[in-house]
């Protein structure tokens, strides 16, 4: 991982992480720990349902303090609550069966189902504290400014709104195509959402 001095323009520093393909990266609200989120490869570098990861990156030291295993395959997006509590990942289940299952296998049509979820990490004990199920495969993340809910966008073309509370899909707007990156708005009346297939950005008014 490169850490770029933004004033200098230049490379900073560079700190090894470990051997595996690179999803999201987002920082802790005080900036100590950036969260990096780890996918396991297999064999010819194909995606493995185990070893899945999330790095915790301390900043000051410019080392991994520590691995947070995560039981769903590819960890992509990520988003922090407001208050720093909890992270929320992603999960990009691949097409073809990962490493560990046959091409006919019934139980990899399970697996990639149960893979369609959020992964909740306890940001104070390192640990995933909860498991969101949600639809789809997760192709965008937000969380609104008062941490109440969560927005997963996935290459339906759905977003759905999950209530952090409960845990509950709250509604779901469906943006026709391929959900590509998802931001709020400040005030948390606005959804911005864009799809990577026909280019186009859909605004969302949101329920206050």
């Known amino acids: ?123 104070e004990t390192q640990t995933v504290s909860d498991t969101i199920p949600v639809e789809g495969r997760s192709t965008a993340l937000a969380m609104s400014p008062d941490g109440r809910r969560v927005y997963v966008g996935n290459e339906s073309g759905a977003v759905q709104v999950i209530d952090t509370g409960s845990g509950d899909v709250a509604t779901t707007f469906d943006v026709g195509d391929d959900v590509s990156g998802i931001a709020i708005a400040p005030d948390g009346r606005h959804a911005y959402v864009t799809e990577s297939q026909r280019g186009r950005l859909h605004v969302i008014e949101l329920a206050p």
Do not use: W
Request: proline share 8%.
């Open 1 to 123: 991982m490169a850490v770029i001095d933004t004033k200098a323009r230049e490379v900073e520093t560079r700190a090894s992480l470990p051997d595996a393909d690179r999803g999201d990266v987002v920082l802790s609200r005080d900036g100590r720990r950036a969260y990096i989120a780890d996918s396991a490869l297999g064999p010819g570098g194909t995606a493995s349902r185990t070893g899945n990861s999330v790095s915790v990156f301390d900043t000051a030291k410019g080392t991994v303090a520590a691995r947070v295993p995560v039981d769903r395959e590819m960890p992509s997006d990520m988003a922090i609550a407001p208050d720093g509590c909890c992270l929320y990942v992603a999960h990009f289940p691949s097409m073809p069966p990962p490493t560990g299952f046959p091409e006919d296998s019934s139980d990899y049509a399970a697996e990639q189902g149960a893979s369609n979820a959020l992964s909740v990490i306890d940001a």
